[in-house]
């Protein structure tokens, strides 16, 4: 009877052993002011990785036009699709990847800030500016134990005074400004078509057309087809008038969406090229279940 016992206190104990790694990893991811011992934040990576799982947006910009592309998705085949491109002002749009209620919230600020700072100024504002500002707005929240990350990024597309951008958010507050980007799952693929095609489309000054279709080109690889997940969700056709939208601000061009039936004809003229196939089951694919991102 006491070598039962001893026994089964030596499960227990071997039983607590193995759980103290996850135990110890749970101490410093339950706030977002903890420090873990290895210098991260852990619930800021965490808020990232919900970019990492959101649905594809690609962007990329040339001497006078900058278009972002975004894939948007739906819950079931019963559902429509949720917008992924957001106008912020008519010289500003922002493509999401994340939870779209966190990109809402962000957007409504967005657009109080352009709207006061025209009031103000009789100009609409500048988008470094604004940029600079929504880092800050990022960063407080890394820093407050009341808060939580936002767990989105945004892809931005503006035009003002200096010429077009495009700007990358993350949820630690950081910004980039780039020629090319893409973010969400399975943007791999769009990254490494912009990679090979960025320089070409800066250097031929490319129209508003051609941008348009390299957008394309970089969302279809983005696209998974064949995956259960996919069919599920009504998604397993590739890229669509449906589950595609486009934004695009330049010179003399008021920020304007392009989806449903006027997307149709680029997408017809990317069909002709064989380009609406989509990803495999086998990219790298990462979609959040519980929450619509």
Request: hydrophobic share 35%; proline share 2%.
């Amino acid at each position: 009877h006491v070598l039962n016992l001893y026994c089964v206190d030596l499960r227990s104990y071997h039983h607590c052993l193995l759980e103290l790694p996850a135990m110890f990893r749970n101490q410093y991811d339950t706030d977002v002011t903890v420090w873990s011992p290895e210098g991260r934040l852990l619930q800021v990576e965490y808020a990232m990785e919900s970019v990492k799982q959101g649905s594809a947006c690609v962007g990329i910009r040339s001497s006078t036009h900058a278009v972002i592309g975004a894939l948007k998705r739906s819950v079931s085949e019963l559902s429509a699709h949720q917008k992924k491109i957001l106008e912020i002002d008519t010289h500003m749009g922002i493509g999401i990847a994340g939870l779209t209620a966190d990109a809402r919230s962000l957007a409504k600020w967005m657009r109080s800030e352009c709207l006061n700072h025209k009031y103000v100024y009789g100009a609409a504002m500048p988008s470094g500016r604004l940029l600079a500002d929504l880092a800050d707005r990022h960063q407080r929240t890394t820093q407050t134990y009341v808060r939580r990350p936002y767990g989105v990024g945004l892809l931005v597309a503006s035009y003002d005074k200096t010429g077009p951008h495009l700007y990358q958010t993350c949820p630690s507050g950081n910004v980039y400004e780039y020629h090319a980007s893409a973010i969400g799952a399975r943007s791999q693929s769009g990254r490494t078509y912009l990679e090979k095609h960025y320089e070409a489309v800066a250097a031929d000054g490319a129209t508003v057309d051609d941008l348009v279709m390299h957008a394309l080109r970089a969302l279809a690889g983005c696209v998974s087809t064949d995956d259960k997940e996919a069919k599920a969700k009504g998604n397993a056709e590739g890229l669509t008038r449906d589950n595609g939208s486009v934004g695009i601000v330049g010179k003399d061009q008021k920020f304007r969406l392009i989806e449903g039936d006027e997307l149709q004809p680029y997408l017809d003229r990317l069909e002709l090229e064989g380009g609406l196939g989509g990803a495999g089951a086998g990219d790298d694919a990462g979609d959040d279940e519980q929450m619509e991102t």
